[in-house]
């Protein structure tokens, strides 16, 4: 699956044009986290979604592994990882056994590392009213993925819920072309 348990590498040349004051978890700052209470070995399901417009977020759950089971609502082959990459609109359901004291749900802004990436930028394409099946990830089916700078994403797609349906990047600064060749 795209972005689980993958090396640190800097996805974006221009990290997005917002100045980040803060990010919320569970609507509270990372200094001032909400705190949650189990007993070891309980298995919990956790919902992570990235609301944001411009900030791809590297997600890990201090000394645990995360069974992801859900991608963009959709089931998955489940998958364990330490850590994820989320892009702006993708949300992923996991499972995490739960081990013995206090644990951080941690998310690091991705992008504003000193680390180098010698292409443009990543983008998170969206389509609403529908979903594809991306066949190099095991026929994952999504609705939003994350294309790297310089990557080819092939996608089954059927057109089959009429209507007008959006598809666009969720970059914020993505008014200029993606760069998407069809």
Known sequence: MPGMGAPRVR???????????????NGR?????????SKPGHR???????????TIFKVAL???????THSDGYPVVPRTTRSLYIAMGERYDVIVTDGDGLFPLVADAEGKTGMTNMTAMVHPM??????WALPASGG????????????????DFQADNPGDWAFHCHNTDSGHAC???G
Do not use: C, W
């Open 11 to 25: 996805l974006s040349a221009t990290p997005g044009t917002s100045t980040i004051l803060t990010y919320l978890i």
């Open 29 to 37: 700052v990372p200094t001032a986290p909400t705190s949650f209470s």
């Open 44 to 54: 919990i399901r956790i919902r992570l979604i990235n609301a944001g417009a411009d």
């Open 62 to 68: 201090g000394g645990h592994q995360m069974t992801v």
């Open 126 to 131: 969206h389509i609403h009213g529908h979903s």
């Open 140 to 155: 994952l089916r999504k609705d939003t993925v994350l294309i790297r700078p310089m990557e080819t994403i092939v996608a």
């Open 179 to 181: 760069g998407l060749e």
